[in-house]
C-alpha cells in the first residue's frame, strides 16, 4: 500500500480525545467528583424548589399542627447572638385567622430545628409558649415573603422527621352515651370525605344533630361551616350563635373562636360576652382580657 494512504489512514489517538493522558486515576476522580457535585446542586436546587413550592400551598389552605419555620431575626430586634430560629405550631383556625403558638427554645442553625423534632422535643410538656398569636392569612403570606417564615412543614399521621408531633393519643373506651357525639363523630368523618358528591351537605346535617343536641364540640363544627361558607351561604351570626353556645357549656374553643370573630364584626361587644359567661359562671381563664368584669 502507497505509503501516503498508509500515512492518511493511520489512527493517531495520542491526538484525540482517547489521549491515555486524559484517562490517569487523578482525572477521573475530578471527572466523578465534577459529576456528584453537578448532581447534589441540582437535587438540592430542585429540592429547595419543592419545599417553597409546598411551603406557599400550606400558606394558603392551613391546617393545624402544620409547623413554621421562623426566622425570629426579621420579627425582633431584641435577640441573642445565638438566638436566631425558631419553631411555630399551628393549633387552631377559625375562618382566615390562623392561631400559632411559638416554641420556647431559640436555635442557632436552622438544622437544629430539625433535629429538635427528629428527636421529639415538639411534645415536651412545656415546649410552646401558653400564649396564642391569631394571625390573619395574609400576615403569615407577608412573614412568608420577608422570609421570616422560611419554611412551612405539614405532619403526616402526626409525624415528620421520623417523631411524632404530638403525644399519641389514646382512644378510651367508653359505654357512656353522651348525645351528639355519634353525630358529631360521623360529620368530621364525612367532612374528610371528598369522594362522596354530597359530603358537605352530608357534614352539615350531622353538625346541625349534634348542636341541637347540646354537644359543643358540635356546635363549634357547626359554627365553623357557617364562618367558611362551607355546603351553606357564610353567616357570620350563625357563626357566632354556636360559638357562644359552645362557650356557654365553658367550651375552650367556643371561647376563644367567638372572641376572634367578634372582633371581625362591627356590632359584636367582646366585654358583653365575657360578662354573660362570667354571669353565667363559666370559668373564662383563657386568655388575658383589658377589661373589667362586673360582679353584679
Not at 8 to 15: A, D, Q, S
Not at 51 to 65: G, I, M, Q, R
Amino acid at each position: 500500500m502507497d505509503n501516503t494512504i498508509k500515512a492518511t489512514i493511520k489512527i493517531r489517538p495520542e491526538n484525540g480525545w482517547f489521549n491515555r493522558q486524559y484517562f490517569t486515576v487523578a482525572n477521573v476522580l475530578k471527572i466523578i467528583t465534577f459529576l456528584i457535585l453537578c448532581l447534589f446542586i441540582y437535587k438540592k436546587s430542585t429540592q429547595s424548589k419543592q419545599e417553597n413550592d409546598d411551603s406557599l400551598f400550606y400558606l394558603a389552605n392551613p391546617k393545624v399542627d402544620d409547623i413554621y419555620f421562623l426566622d425570629f431575626r426579621i420579627l425582633s430586634d431584641n435577640l441573642r447572638p445565638n438566638e436566631k430560629y425558631r419553631i411555630a405550631k399551628v393549633v387552631d383556625i377559625t375562618g382566615d385567622v390562623v392561631t400559632l403558638l411559638y416554641g420556647n427554645i431559640f436555635y442557632l442553625r436552622q438544622q437544629a430545628l430539625k433535629d429538635s423534632i427528629r428527636y421529639g422535643q415538639l411534645r415536651y410538656k412545656d415546649y410552646f409558649e401558653s400564649k396564642r398569636y391569631d394571625l390573619t392569612l395574609t400576615q403569615l403570606k407577608t412573614m412568608h415573603d420577608t422570609s421570616a417564615i422560611y419554611m412551612i412543614k405539614r405532619p403526616d399521621n402526626n409525624m415528620l422527621f421520623g417523631n411524632y408531633i404530638n403525644n399519641p393519643e389514646t382512644e378510651l373506651s367508653t359505654n357512656l352515651y353522651i348525645p351528639g357525639k355519634r353525630e358529631n363523630l360521623a360529620g368530621l368523618s364525612l367532612l374528610k370525605s371528598d369522594y362522596l358528591e354530597n359530603n358537605l351537605q352530608q357534614a352539615f346535617e350531622r353538625f346541625s344533630a349534634s348542636a341541637q343536641l347540646g354537644f359543643a364540640p358540635g356546635q363549634v363544627n357547626l359554627a365553623q361551616m357557617y364562618l367558611n361558607g362551607e355546603y351553606i351561604d357564610k353567616d357570620l351570626s350563625q357563626a357566632l350563635y354556636w360559638f357562644n353556645q359552645a362557650a356557654l357549656q365553658s367550651d375552650k374553643s367556643g371561647v376563644l373562636k367567638y372572641v376572634i370573630v367578634c372582633r371581625q364584626v362591627e356590632y359584636c361587644q367582646e366585654a358583653d360576652f365575657f360578662q354573660a359567661l362570667f354571669d353565667a359562671g363559666v370559668n373564662i381563664k383563657v386568655r388575658e382580657i383589658d377589661f373589667t368584669l362586673s360582679a353584679n
